[in-house]
């Protein structure tokens, strides 16, 4: 279950920051297990380290991603704009960015692009792009167009309520009340959920004194909150 692969994860970070050198391969390594448990912070601070040794598309892309799960969307540009060569998951975490940040008007030439080959980026984003095409067509008021990213990637994130709670809208829009209601309790039981989780983990982190990875999971909260 999932807590068995915290565990996991953790003790296998802990073990790893106690025996690891100083080359980019480890530092690569680190800053990926530091993702797995949510250490965005320590996360941060080893891909950046294996950053200055050696760059690469994949490892920015990690990067961009750390700042992404923590809201952090300028930071995120700013790697995206410094990066010689991008690929197609480059471009899915700068369409995020540049609608959370600019809004959908001028984020509208980023998901041309990814709505224009949704194949190729499906393949390449996986169920991230359902969700980032579906938050663009919802800002839009598309709501038609939304629904079926979003019930595609709910078929494999089933626990996120922010997007459940988006789909709750989207129905009382079209006059479905029950099944609004439905899709509004269960993202309401979900996303507290999710804050009870992050809470834990953050009490955890603050009592093992890892207090900038607690800080940078608080930020997260924000982005798990209903709106």
């Known amino acids: 279950n999932s807590k068995s692969q915290y565990s996991k994860y953790y003790t296998l970070l802990s073990n790893y920051e106690l025996a690891s ?12 297990l530091s993702m797995k448990v949510e250490r965005y912070a320590s996360a941060i601070r080893y891909l950046k380290k294996a950053s200055e040794k050696q760059s690469s598309v994949d490892l920015s892309n990690l990067l961009i991603s750390a ?19 991008k690929d197609k998951i480059t471009e899915c975490f700068a369409a995020e960015s540049h609608l959370v940040l600019n809004g959908v008007r001028r984020a509208g030439d980023k998901f041309a692009s990814l709505v ?3 194949g190729g980026y499906s393949q390449a984003c996986g169920d991230y792009l359902n969700k980032i ?10 709501y038609a167009v939304a629904l079926p990213f979003y019930e595609a990637y709910t078929k494999v994130y089933a626990h996120d309520g922010r997007i459940f709670n988006r789909m709750s809208q989207i129905y009382s829009a079209s006059g479905e009340t029950k099944s609004a209601k439905e899709y509004a309790e269960y993202a309401v039981s979900e996303v507290q959920k999710s804050i009870d989780n992050a809470n834990a983990t953050i009490a955890f982190y603050e ?21």
């Open 21 to 32: 050198g100083t080359d980019e391969k480890e530092f690569w390594n680190l800053g990926y």
């Open 133 to 142: 095409v579906g938050d663009y067509y919802f800002e839009r008021k598309e």
């Open 67 to 85: 700042y992404v799960n923590i809201g952090e969307f300028e930071e995120a540009l700013k790697i995206v704009s410094r990066m010689p060569k």
């Open 207 to 227: 009592q093992k004194n890892l207090k900038e990875d607690a800080a940078a999971l608080q930020k997260r909260l924000k982005l798990i909150e209903l709106k």
């Open 116 to 118: 224009s080959d949704i």
